[in-house]
Nanobody, 117 residues
Framework: QVQLVESGGGLVQPGGSLRLSCAAS????????MGWHRQAPGKERELVAR???????NYADSVKGRFTVSRDNAKNTVYLQMSSLKPEDTAVYYC???????????WGQGTQVTVSS
């Protein structure tokens, strides 16, 4: 059982920055991956960024060069530093945790990010 709690969402102007945090608690297995997905109204949920316990990262093409995902393994916390934000980044951002063995996948409750002038 893993609980994920996101924080850091809010309203920001285009070109601004936000930092999201997600703290995982419970039984954490390694190797694992933690990351962020987002979903805008009427659109499919999409991967934004992901980082494994070994430090490998993946990013959506739309956020490369603007977003940075990182993690603190000691705190079981993943971060998403977002800069140069665009209106199209507006979405609910969901934290995700997954392990290969045992095979598990957990989601946070989501945090709203709104980019608007």
């Amino acid at each position: 059982q893993v609980q994920l709690v996101e924080s850091g969402g809010g309203l920001v102007q285009p070109g601004g920055s936000l930092r999201l945090s997600c703290a995982a608690s419970g039984t954490i297995f390694s190797p694992n991956a933690m990351g962020w997905h987002r979903q805008a109204p009427g659109k499919e949920r999409e991967l934004v960024a992901r980082i494994t316990s070994g430090g490998s990262t993946n990013y959506a093409d739309s956020v490369k060069g603007r977003f940075t995902v990182s993690r603190d393994n000691a705190k079981n916390t993943v971060y998403l530093q977002m800069s140069s934000l665009k209106p199209e980044d507006t979405a609910v951002y969901y934290c995700n945790y997954g392990s290969i063995w045992p095979p598990r996948d957990y989601w946070g409750q989501g945090t709203q990010v709104t980019v608007s002038s």
